[in-house]
């Protein structure tokens, strides 16, 4: 009973995180914001102190049930774990603990929090590595489904769906994600949690609390006969059944040795005060892998692929008219800008606070409806937002990132708070101009600009006939990068926000 209630906590905590990061409504922020922010680093990060010191007491109460049932990497191993084991089974065998390494592993991700090397703590933290997963390469699964409905639905002339806009923001964070995705489930299919209790800094820090858990799985030696049914299939490989010992500190609580134990000899119960040792030798492993059989293509699953095909080739024939001039000419893609200094999201202050903070989780760019927030490529901010205004540009009464950001990186503002913060300021190109370029009228960076920071003025005072150009005051200027969205110069154009290394009230 134990196991199947943790079993049905873990789904429901990982659907909810998981769409998260899939929704691109806004809906599931509103109902499940909250998964993120239990999550222990965003928590410790944003110095919600009740929840981390839940996290911590939920542990030294019950044992590692954080890494079983909340963590969403965790519940993905588990999957994988399931997936191997249907090849093997009772496939686990009990392994000592890699001590050295753990702790290595913690220190060196405390020190990269410290030190402020964001990236390098975003590669080990386990919420920020489901999330780029969820958000690299499920979100554009996710995309394309919706896409496909929204097609059908325009041919029945319903609007129970809106097709939007898949695209990749920034293949450096995809290739993380790729490589994270197949190196954590190759190890949870071949081994279990090995992940979890090598690598993970949460897990060996919630480790040090678990030894000392008030409840914890128990082996009654009167019951046991030493089958090691538990130890084949224990996924974290901390149960030693020749010395009837288990260790609590890599034991995440899945409750799968209770199941497995045919005697009754293994129970959830209250700590003893005397603990068998946690050390012993190794137990043989199990039976090898049995040859996977491959049955033979189904041909009507074939023709149902391919016509699924010819319709997405129409969702992407029809997605690429909308970028043509009345079908007879292509609109060029904006190029991104050489820009001096980032620009980081209103309401995280400036962009120390926010590499201090920020785990590179992808949520903010996920919950971002415009298109602006994407991965960083530079190396040490590596996988953290970055703004850029090529697809859109960030709208004063939206506030989005802010409610979504469960490491206090972005901190909650207002729409009121968000149009008088200055993130940067427009710079004007002479060279890109169109007016003086092509000799045309323009002023759409003046017409559309939230802040009235730009003004059309003749590019020669003395000249009543000379071209109107843009002047920008730069006092007034918030940085929302409507100029520079809107800006018709392409591929480059012709005004574009620099950052601001501190934010600044206007």
Not at 8 to 22: M, Y
Not at 303 to 331: E, N, P
Not at 382 to 400: D, F, H, N, V
Request: proline share 5%.
């Amino acid at each position: 009973m134990l196991r199947k209630i943790r079993i049905v906590l873990a789904s429901l905590c990982f659907v909810g995180i998981t769409l998260l990061f899939l929704d691109f409504t806004g809906t599931a922020h509103a109902w499940l914001g909250y998964l993120a922010r239990v999550q222990l680093v965003p928590a410790l990060l944003a110095l919600h102190v009740g929840i981390v010191a839940a996290l911590l007491l939920l542990t030294l109460l019950f044992g590692r049930i954080y890494c079983s049932v909340v963590c969403p990497l965790g519940v993905m191993q588990d999957l994988f774990g399931r997936a191997g084991r249907r090849a093997r089974r009772h496939r686990y065998s009990w392994s000592p603990a890699r001590t050295e390494l753990r702790y290595a592993m913690l220190a060196l991700f405390a020190a990269a929090l410290v030190a402020g090397v964001g990236s390098l703590a975003a590669l080990l933290e386990p919420y920020s590595a489901y999330g780029r997963i969820a958000q690299n390469l499920l979100a554009p699964l996710w995309g394309w489904g919706n896409n496909l409905l929204a097609y059908f639905a325009e041919r029945a002339d319903s609007y129970a769906f809106y097709a939007t806009e898949v695209w990749m923001r920034s293949a450096a964070t995809f290739a993380v994600a790729a490589a994270t995705f197949a190196g954590v489930g190759w190890l949870a299919w071949r081994n279990g949690r090995t992940w979890c209790n090598t690598v993970c800094p949460v897990g060996t820090l919630l480790g040090l609390l678990s030894r000392h858990s008030l409840f914890r799985p128990v082996i009654d030696t009167s019951k046991c006969n030493g089958c090691g049914l538990c130890a084949r299939n224990c996924k974290a490989s901390c149960i030693d059944s020749e010395r009837h010992a288990i260790d609590y500190s890599r034991c995440v609580v899945c409750m799968d040795c209770l199941d497995r134990c045919s005697r009754g000899a293994i129970t959830y119960a209250r700590r003893r005060k005397a603990a068998p040792s946690e050390e012993g030798a190794p137990v043989p492993a199990g039976s090898p892998a049995q040859a996977d059989k491959h049955a033979p293509a189904d041909s009507g699953r074939r023709t149902f692929l391919a016509g699924l095909g010819l319709v997405a080739a129409q969702v992407a024939r029809a997605q690429r008219r909308k970028k043509t001039d009345g079908g007879l000419a292509v609109i060029l893609d904006k190029q991104v800008p050489e820009r001096a200094t980032r620009i980081v999201p209103p309401g995280s202050g400036g962009i120390r606070r926010f590499a201090q903070h920020c785990t590179g989780c992808q949520l903010c760019v996920a919950a971002c409806p415009n298109g602006v927030l994407r991965p960083s490529g530079g190396l040490v901010t590596l996988m953290q937002p970055e703004m850029s205004y090529e697809r859109g540009y960030c709208r004063p009464e939206c506030t989005r990132c802010s409610e979504a950001c469960p490491a206090g990186a972005i901190v909650r503002i207002s729409a009121a708070e968000k149009s008088s913060t200055q993130i940067g300021h427009a710079v004007w190109l002479r060279a890109n101009c169109l007016p003086l370029t092509d000799g045309v009228k323009c002023g759409n960076c003046a017409r559309h600009c939230p802040a009235g920071a730009i003004a059309m003025v003749r590019s020669a005072a003395a000249d009543p006939a000379s071209p109107e150009i843009p002047s920008v005051d730069a006092e007034r200027c918030i940085g929302c990068g409507a100029c520079e969205n809107l800006c018709p110069a392409r591929p480059f154009s012709a005004i574009y926000v620099e950052g601001h290394e501190r934010h600044r009230i206007i």
